[in-house]
């Protein structure tokens, strides 16, 4: 979770999201595949 709380971060490629369930499929895809999925990533917010 990032510093307001309102933002999750994926622990792999370290992409940062608006809810947690979106940051954990970044994760666990990323794990998963050793890469980022770019229907996933496009969800990301930039900070």
Known sequence: ???????????????????RRTAKECENYCK???SCNMEI???AVKL
């Open 1 to 19: 979770m990032k510093s307001s709380g309102r933002y999750y971060e994926c622990e792999e490629c370290k992409f940062v999201y608006k809810d």
């Open 32 to 34: 998963k595949y050793h």
């Open 41 to 43: 990533t496009k969800l």
